[in-house]
């Protein structure tokens, strides 16, 4: 990762870092043999993700601890980045930067992490919404519109995930905060259109396909009803075009103009796997049926499988996201697979060590292939029992709520190589433009 190259800070994050993560803890299961001396504490894959984590810390050293959207893998945040940065951009690090710190024992990541997400949660407005771009260095908010779409969407994924994957009730509660806003001031026939944030009236009465992740979260706090309302009116769009769009207008019944394309995306076909796997109900496999059939019949290539131009015509476009084999491919396999090791969850694991003395029960269990695994919004599986593997988790706990450690600081220094540099602006002309799966139904307490 030692190159003079400007990367996005939120997309390097959730596919290479939680990429690499996700690869290093599956290892295992995986049939990897011999494993690497030390893991899941040490091994080349989790060098990697510490490598390239590290060079993406120096957008998070502001006085908001809001990070910049872009970052030179050399240099550090380029001299003419803007301060403008998506409220995704900034609210999703939790999961990945939170299990490195849990398995290098550096709380570094996880404390950025947490700062990033307490500034934002903090900018909200008295309505408890927030909007979709924020001044980074007053915090102080661009784009005023709230919704759950594109550039806020995975901000509520990571504070009901993260909640869940590190049993932190605190980011349960503020994702419980704002989710009542949602419902109160979004949800329309339960589409959740774009409002004001401060005044709460509709702003932008269009929906995106981005939306259809949203009944995957009311999935996993027991809100099934909602969710289902929600996939039904999202199917009602697969049966009319084959797709859904990218938007769609409500106040008009048609898809928004100049938003015809369907990019492969896998919203839709993740919230069936969660519905599914809920309630056991054969209707949402036959939805992942259509799915199929639509991309079989429509995007289907000699080479691959085609974006969709146009959901009307479907013209197609000679272009193929990553995420349609990271995620859509991987929901609508695991949708239709009915024994799983991801579906796991209990104890069944052979790699448990139990070590005493590290928590209340007086012992704390490593266990890296049980204890069900949380969904990036990658779609990485990330596997609970890993958490207690490596380090006493009170001493990074205490690390990482730490009020005085800065973003530069370590736990283990010394013990353990870090790849982390003083970042150096580039010269001027350098400068660039630019799920829990455990399938519990959890129900968030009240």
């Known amino acids: ?55 993406l810390l120096p957008a998070f050293a502001t006085e908001t601890g809001l990070p910049y959207g872009a970052i030179n893998l050399l240099y550090g945040v380029p001299a003419c980045e803007t301060t403008v940065t998506g409220t995704a951009s900034i609210g999703t690090f939790i999961l990945e930067f939170g299990m490195l710190s849990r398995l290098t024992g550096d709380p570094t990541y996880e404390h950025a992490a947490r700062r990033a997400l307490s500034a934002l949660y903090d900018a909200r407005s008295s309505l408890n919404l927030v909007g979709n771009h924020i001044e980074i260095t007053m915090a102080d908010w661009v784009y005023k519109e709230a919704g759950i779409g594109g550039n806020v969407d995975s901000y509520y994924e990571y504070l009901l995930k993260g909640g869940l994957l590190f049993n932190d009730y605190s980011l349960i509660e503020q994702f419980k905060t704002l989710y009542k806003a949602v419902i109160k001031y979004m949800q329309h026939e339960f589409w959740y259109i774009w409002v004001n944030m401060y005044t709460g009236l509709p702003a932008i009465p269009s929906v995106s396909t981005l939306d259809a992740f949203w009944p995957s979260l009311q999935i996993l706090i027991g809100d099934i009803k909602s969710a289902s309302k929600t996939l039904m009116n999202f199917y009602s769009l697969i049966t009319h075009y084959g797709f859904t769009p990218e938007l769609f207008s409500l106040l008009r019944g048609q898809v928004q103009q100049r938003s015809e394309v369907y990019p492969l995306r896998p919203e839709f076909v993740e919230s069936l796997v969660y519905m599914y796997r809920a309630t056991g109900d054969k209707m949402w496999r036959t939805m992942g049926k259509q799915v199929i059939d639509s991309l079989e019949l429509s995007a289907r290539t000699a080479c691959g499988y085609a974006t969709i131009s146009n959901v009307v015509t479907h013209q197609l476009e000679d272009k193929m996201e990553s995420f349609f084999l990271s995620e859509t491919t991987k929901y609508l396999y695991l949708l239709f697979s009915d024994e799983h090791w991801v579906f796991n969850k209990g104890l069944s694991d052979e790699n448990v060590t139990v070590t005493e003395g590290h928590d209340r029960d007086g012992y704390q269990i490593c266990a890296p292939n049980s204890f069900g695994y949380v969904f990036t919004t990658e779609a990485h599986p990330l596997p609970r029992g890993a958490l207690d593997c490596c380090f006493n988790y009170h001493d990074i706990k205490k690390a990482v709520f730490s009020k005085k450690m800065s973003t530069r600081n370590t736990l283990n220094e010394g013990k353990r190589r870090h790849f982390f540099r003083q970042m150096n602006r580039p010269p001027d002309h350098l400068c660039i433009s630019h799920l829990c799966l455990s399938f519990l139904c959890y129900e968030v307490p009240t």
Do not use: Q
């Open 1 to 55: 990762f030692d190159i003079n190259k400007n990367v996005s800070v939120f997309e390097t994050n959730i596919r290479v870092v939680g990429g690499l993560l996700s690869a290093h803890l599956l290892m295992d299961r995986a049939g990897v043999s011999p494993l690497p001396e030390g893991w899941p504490c040490s091994g080349p894959l989790l060098d990697l993700a510490a490598d390239i984590a590290s060079r």
